[in-house]
């Protein structure tokens, strides 16, 4: 007798979708016989310079190591976190990527009997993870494109144990002030998580970069979520962290899997912290990106959401779809989102200027050959 393998899933996750991330570079090129060196990515956010020489010289040195287990509580890199941000080891998680991360938080803290918050066109993780443990998703519309945190905290009831707030927001690229998050968590009540994701604050400066660390002594329920994929260019090693309170950081720590963090990774992480140099290209090389990205939208007559992130959102109607694929027919990859509820958007990484204005190219043409019906 046949069995039904996915009914003997738990319910929550018998209804999931998997994540779908941005098309690989060799699989464009197979799909459409391009040569992978003519191909630009702009699809997942990741950093154009490439990693710093002071991460791959640790990576490299790691390596003489594996056959064997990296350290299971990546002291070298707490130790390092700690310095730079000003906290105590002991409120750091580490995990396999900030994804891992957040996972870890919906265990801990939601089951089948709970609510979770999170907002319109936030990061597609958070209701994965809400469903993967059985909770209910609470989506709050967005408020321009944003997180309305007014809305938020109205939704919360008896049942909420977990509210996600991306901060900045992807894909959406917008970003909540200080004063805005403080109003916000002097609403929740202490017994309700608050999860503030900073995928992206590196991105930020100045007044305009509102430091969830700096809010922890006074909200013992808030979580901040930190990655090295993005500004710090690691992505492809998959390390993030999170700071709290050292109780709930025992509590996350209870769940987090041993060696959740390879050697080549934590040794990379380390090393990266300490090049300050590659932390002020990556945002110098990001702020002119987007410049350039919005004067093209608005020559082309394309409306945009500024964003504060390594990545924008342009709106190209109802044929974002049509666009994208004659985009892949070109050899460049971006990220459509209608899944996150934004059919007539794409989102696109910044590059490099070349790549910028390959993708700015490319668009163009996509763009008259569908307005000319060809």
Request: charge should be negative.
């Amino acid at each position: 007798m046949a069995i039904d393998y996915q009914r003997l899933a738990v319910e929550g996750v018998q209804s999931l979708s998997p994540y779908q991330p941005g098309k690989p570079i060799d699989e464009l090129a197979r799909e459409f016989g391009l040569d992978p060196a003519n191909i630009v990515k702009l699809a997942s956010n990741e950093n154009p310079l490439g990693p710093s020489d002071r991460a791959l010289a640790a990576a490299q040195k790691a390596l003489s190591d594996l056959c064997l287990y990296p350290d299971g509580n990546g002291f070298d890199l707490k130790q390092a976190l700690s310095v730079r941000l000003g906290v105590s080891a002991d409120q750091i998680t580490l995990g396999n990527g900030s994804n891992d991360v957040l996972e870890i938080i919906a265990r801990c803290f939601a089951d089948a009997d709970d609510e979770v918050i999170f907002s319109q066109y936030a990061f597609a993780v958070y209701p994965l993870v809400t469903q993967a443990v059985g909770a209910k998703g609470v989506c709050v519309p967005a408020l321009e494109w944003g997180h309305d945190l007014d809305a938020m905290a109205n939704a919360i009831t008896d049942r909420t144990r977990l509210i996600f707030v991306a901060n900045p927001n992807n894909p959406t690229g917008t970003v909540q002030g200080t004063a805005a998050i403080e109003a916000f968590l002097d609403r929740v009540p202490a017994n309700v998580i608050v999860v503030l994701d900073e995928a992206y604050c590196e991105y930020l400066q100045g007044n305009e970069y509102p430091d969830g660390i700096r809010l922890l002594p006074g909200y013992p329920n808030l979580i901040v979520c930190r990655t090295f994929s993005k500004a710090w260019g690691l992505a492809a090693l998959r390390v993030g962290y999170s700071i709290c309170s050292p109780e709930i950081t025992d509590v996350l720590n209870r769940v987090r899997q041993p060696f959740n963090v390879d050697s080549i990774a934590l040794a990379a992480a380390t090393a990266v912290l300490e090049d300050e140099a590659y932390l002020q290209r990556s945002r110098k090389v990001n702020e002119a990106g987007l410049r350039q990205l919005e004067a093209a939208f608005e020559r082309l007559g394309l409306e945009y959401i500024p964003s504060v992130g390594n990545f924008i959102a342009v709106d190209v109607g109802e044929q974002a779809q049509e666009v994208f694929q004659s985009l892949l027919a070109q050899g460049v990859i971006v990220r459509p989102v209608a899944g996150y509820g934004m059919p007539c958007h794409l989102r696109v990484s910044v590059g490099l200027s070349e790549a910028n204005d390959r993708f700015v190219e490319a668009l163009e043409h996509s763009l008259n050959k569908i307005r000319q019906g060809g």
